[in-house]
């Protein structure tokens, strides 16, 4: 399974369940409350196919891919989805989605980007693989989350039915919203064979929904593709997360995995009325059970970040 702890120095003083914890992996003292904010994250998926755990290169799940960046103006992750009918035209979906997703983490890394705008990582990412001198053939979802290290403030673009959400106190105080062209249809990146070109769907990286906020030590943020939330409704996943009672990267990795699984148990139960198969019938389709699909989970808790 895919897991990962933020670089840095980070002091988890975030309160969860009443409990103040400070991250063992700290190796330092705190700092004041306007101090600068990290996130520590750790992450789990399956492919579909039932390969428990197994990772291709560059972190995908099947063809969902995902990472995450730190650079010293902000914390940065991202998942994206590859859209699996290529596949009938010889193309592996996971390439588009991992390549996607590697070239905004190097960007981070090199700090090609402003934390306000991750709409513009995700552009300039898109851009440099239609100038790939071979053409990378393929579709994806995307969704980037920035973590502005000293205004404390979230700023998200979300293409597509991948997404976020943001708890606190229990409760989900935000949350991405989903875009589909119509029924099972999201919005994504695309590149198409030049004989293709007009027909295959393909949207631009500014259709993104962009939102900022101000986040909390302590909220917990959520980011997945669409594997999770059409298996497991809100409800669900909160009843999973007060499990996370400390802020320390062994609990939120072992809270991020209890999801995954949970989320892959349920794609598979023919007789379960999830969400996606209630959006089906939303649409006049007589479907039950889960949606098998790959799932990716990143789970994240802000904290205080010192000694950078």
């Known amino acids: 399974m895919f897991s ?11 309160v969860l369940g009443g409990l103040s914890q400070t991250d063992p992996r700290a190796g330092g003292g705190g700092g004041g409350g306007g ?3 990290g996130l520590v994250t750790a992450g789990c998926g399956f492919g579909k196919d039932f390969r428990k755990g197994l990772l291709k290169k560059g972190a995908c799940y099947g063809d969902d891919a995902c990472f995450v960046a730190r650079h010293r103006s902000a914390d940065v992750l991202g998942v994206a989805d590859g859209v699996g009918g290529w596949r009938d035209y010889g193309v592996d979906p996971s390439q588009f989605s991992g390549t996607l997703m590697r070239t ?3 960007l981070v890394k090199e700090g090609r980007f402003v934390p306000s705008n991750p709409i ?4 300039t990412s898109y851009c440099e693989l239609l100038q790939n001198k071979v053409p990378l053939l393929g579709s994806s979802t995307a969704c980037i989350v920035v973590l502005d290290r000293t205004s404390h403030r979230l700023h998200t673009a979300n293409l597509g039915d991948s997404g976020f959400l943001v708890v606190r106190g229990g409760e989900v105080v935000h949350r991405s919203d989903e875009q589909q062209h119509y029924f099972n249809t999201p919005f994504q ?11 295959v769907l393909s949207d631009s990286p500014d259709a993104a929904d962009s939102t900022s906020f101000d986040v909390q030590l302590g909220d917990i943020i959520l980011t997945a593709t669409d594997g ?10 909160l009843q999973e997360l007060k499990k996370l009672k400390n802020s320390n990267y062994e609990s939120i990795q072992q809270t991020a995995r209890s999801i ?6 349920l794609a598979y139960d023919p007789n379960y009325m999830s969400p996606f198969a209630q959006f089906a019938c939303d649409n006049g389709l007589n479907v ?12 994240s808790i802000v904290a205080e970040y010192t000694d950078w």
């Open 260 to 265: 995954a699984e949970q989320a892959h148990e």
């Open 104 to 106: 905004c983490e190097r």
């Open 35 to 37: 101090g600068d904010y």
């Open 4 to 14: 990962v702890l933020s670089y840095g120095r980070l002091v988890a003083r975030a």
């Open 228 to 237: 999770l939330f059409d298996n497991m409704p809100d409800y669900m996943i």
């Open 189 to 199: 990146l695309s590149i198409a064979p030049p004989e293709a070109e007009g027909v």
């Open 120 to 123: 513009g990582i995700l552009t």
């Open 288 to 299: 039950r059970g889960g949606k098998p699909d790959d799932i990716t989970v990143l789970l």
